[in-house]
């Protein structure tokens, strides 16, 4: 699982090979205390060895002794005594966050890396992803969340007009035009993922369908062009989760679907409670690896777990 945002431009990165509690607790703590843009983590089993790592990125050179301190709270000071430091190239987080990664199914969906090719499933949609320096493998518990939320989804229904707000490396947007064949706005504040979702669709035969765009938000003539969406992805975080409630709600719709993630559960009555604000109401809450994923809709409707 990868707790929080990738730093865009990582230079040192922590590791401790240890017992899956002890990788849980250590990712918990950091995502907790440190600012998610200068700060990751993640933590994973390795299939050849079966052991557990975490792995922290940093923006910036971390302190250590006081990181030591802080894991030691956490995890104990023998987890604090076997924590490496090392500084690392630009895209070396990437390539040791998906060693030992197995494939990832939601759904219908199944996310891989380039590795995995061979190994998808016949009754799947594989969705081949190489992060390059943006967020989404779809090994964190948020995008598992959308897929599985999109795969429900699409039991029901098949949207005709799909947004996705903060795509990333474009899992959520490539897994929706490879569902559904045909068109997909997205958009990220960041041109690095911008440049690797475009790559990333490409690589999946949906170069057609979907060419991402730079925009805060949905602040780009090539989102509002269609001026209603009847499913919108917004995988951020919670506080712009919030403060996108009203532009969110201003292209969705009558009866859309959005669905939020990037959220710890504490983090959902607000989130909650923005967008109730602007009309639309709880349908599904999921809850993976400690990450909230919520359907919201315009229009009442009694919620549901999964």
């Known amino acids: 699982m990868l707790e929080g945002l990738p730093p865009h431009r990582p230079t040192h990165v922590m590791r401790l090979v240890t017992d899956e509690t002890t990788a849980r607790s250590v990712a918990d703590i950091i995502v907790e205390t ?64 998906l060693e030992g990664l197995s494939l990832v199914r939601a759904g219908r969906f199944t996310v891989h890396g380039g590795h995995d090719r061979d190994r998808i499933p016949l009754n799947t949609i594989g969705i081949e992803i190489e992060a390059a320096l943006a967020f ?64 990333n669709a490409r690589n999946n035969a949906v170069g057609g369908h979907l060419r991402p765009v730079v925009a805060k938000g949905v602040e780009h003539p090539a989102l509002k062009s269609r001026r209603f969406y009847d499913l919108v992805f917004a995988n951020i975080l919670a506080r712009p989760l919030m403060r996108l409630a009203p532009s969110i709600a201003a292209v969705a719709a009558p009866g859309a679907d959005v669905v939020l993630s990037g959220l710890i559960p504490r983090d959902v009555p607000g989130v909650l409670a923005a967008y109730r604000a602007q009309g639309l109401h709880l349908v599904r809450r999921m809850e993976l690896e400690g990450w909230a994923t919520l359907q919201v809709r315009a229009g009442r409707a009694a919620p549901r777990r999964f």
């Open 136 to 199: 989404g493998t779809g090994h964190h518990g948020t995008t598992r969340g959308c897929l599985l939320m999109l795969d429900a989804i699409l039991k029901r229904r098949a949207p005709r007009h799909v947004l996705d707000v903060g795509s990333g490396t474009g899992v959520l947007a490539i897994a929706a035009a490879r569902a559904l064949h045909r068109p997909v706005a997205a958009g990220d504040i960041d041109p690095v993922a911008v440049e690797a979702a475009r790559e």
């Open 34 to 97: 440190f600012d998610p843009a200068e700060t990751a983590a993640a933590a994973f089993e390795n299939e050849t060895t079966l052991a557990w790592a975490v792995e922290v990125y940093f923006s910036e050179p971390p302190d250590e002794p006081s990181v030591r301190e802080l894991i030691a709270a956490a995890a104990g000071p023998d987890a604090a005594q076997r924590l490496t430091f090392e500084t690392i190239g630009e895209k070396d987080w990437v390539k040791a966050s």
